[in-house]
């Protein structure tokens, strides 16, 4: 109950505006977003890099209603790729298609996009397209197939499949089959029950099979999870398959269960930390508290420090 009340929380805009504009607000962000700028994201991809964790950074936001506002988000993106060239950072980018207009217009959002996955190409770097919310699933699937076939373009996008979707394992086969890199999630929206999982057993069990999938293909995706039954169960089977450490990675969020992060680097496997910054952190936050409501009451201690 308390999950379904904070993810409907997130879509709250009066609550989002009070709490992205008070000092309280922003104090409770840093557990989990790296700060506003995007010096801010750099300097925590540099530290993260130290650990020996590579990194992709997302400039929050999504859903914006005018396309000026898309084409302000992607030039925090061109900039960012030219930084992490220039200071040679273990980095690639993340984005949202609907914070790149989508909803305003798809045509321009196409546009957009492609160029961000162009300056990545020339720079042979890469850009992770988010899945959000079901209403936007075939509709970004669609979008990375169409970016991904051009051939420049090929090795420097990828997209993101939800294991809470009934719908993934015929995705995941397609995806296969145009060797299209994914990341694996279990998926962070509030979904009806025809089109996905509720159980969380059922969650999961959909999580290790098409991990299974994805490892077998002999194409580089991400396994992200802090799930550690997921974990375990995806190096018990690249173990059996002889899939070694460099064909994969996994993913976990900034913030969350650092431990974990340093324990996979130590044991000789991969992981990528996803780092958000930005103003708009306030639907990032949420889903963040509503995965792990415990994470509130963390949060809420420390401001008080
Ligand atoms: C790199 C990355 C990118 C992602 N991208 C997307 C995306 O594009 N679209 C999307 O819908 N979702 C995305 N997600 C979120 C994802 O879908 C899940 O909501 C989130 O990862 C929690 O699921 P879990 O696999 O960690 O397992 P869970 O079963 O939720 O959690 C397992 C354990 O992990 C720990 N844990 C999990 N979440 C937290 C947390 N917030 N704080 C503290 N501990 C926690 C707890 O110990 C928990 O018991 C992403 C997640 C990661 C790691």
């Known amino acids: 109950m308390l999950r379904a009340a904070l993810i409907s929380l997130s879509a709250s805009k009066s609550l989002r505006s009070f709490a992205e504009k008070t000092w309280a607000g922003q104090r409770l962000s840093r557990r989990f977003v790296a700060g506003t700028e995007i010096a801010d994201a750099l300097q925590a991809a540099r530290a993260m890099n130290q650990l020996g964790l590579s ?3 997302d400039n929050l936001g999504e859903n ?5 506002e898309a084409r302000h988000s992607a030039q925090l ?3 960012m ?5 220039a200071q040679s950072l273990g980095a690639n980018v993340s984005l949202k298609l609907t914070h ?11 546009e957009i996009t492609a160029q961000v996955v162009e300056h990545a190409s ?4 890469f850009v992770r397209v988010d899945m959000e919310g079901s209403a936007y699933t075939q509709r970004t699937l669609d979008f990375v197939r169409q970016l991904h076939s051009r051939p420049d373009f090929a090795c420097h996008v990828g997209a993101v499949v939800q294991s809470y979707l009934r719908r ?8 296969i089959a145009e060797r299209i890199r994914v990341r694996l999630c279990k998926g962070a929206y509030k979904e009806p029950p025809d089109i996905a999982f509720e159980k969380k057993a059922d969650v999961d069990a959909s999580y290790v099979k098409l991990t299974k999938m994805l490892l077998k293909s002999g194409v580089y995706h991400g396994i992200a999870t802090h799930d550690e039954n997921m974990i375990r169960a995806t ?10 450490p460099e064909e994969f990675e996994f993913q976990m969020l900034y913030g969350v269960r650092r431990d974990l992060q340093q324990k996979l680097i130590k044991d000789g496997w991969r992981c990528r930390v996803y780092i958000p910054f930005g103003t708009e952190w306030y639907p990032y936050l949420m889903r963040r508290l509503a995965e792990r409501p415990a994470n509130a009451i963390f949060i809420l201690k420390n401001l008080f420090r």
């Not at 790149?100 to 196409?110: F, I, K, Q």
Request: aromatic letters at 6%; hydrophobic letters at 45%; zero cysteines.
């Open 55 to 57: 990194v992709s950074v």
């Open 64 to 68: 914006v209603t005018n396309i000026a």
């Open 77 to 79: 993106y061109h900039q």
């Open 81 to 85: 790729l030219d930084q992490m060239s």
């Open 100 to 110: 790149m207009g989508l909803d305003v217009d798809e045509n321009a959002a196409y």
């Open 122 to 125: 020339r720079i042979n770097n």
């Open 168 to 175: 993934s394992e015929e995705d995941i086969k397609q995806l």
């Open 235 to 244: 190096i018990d089977f690249a173990r059996a398959e002889k899939v070694a």
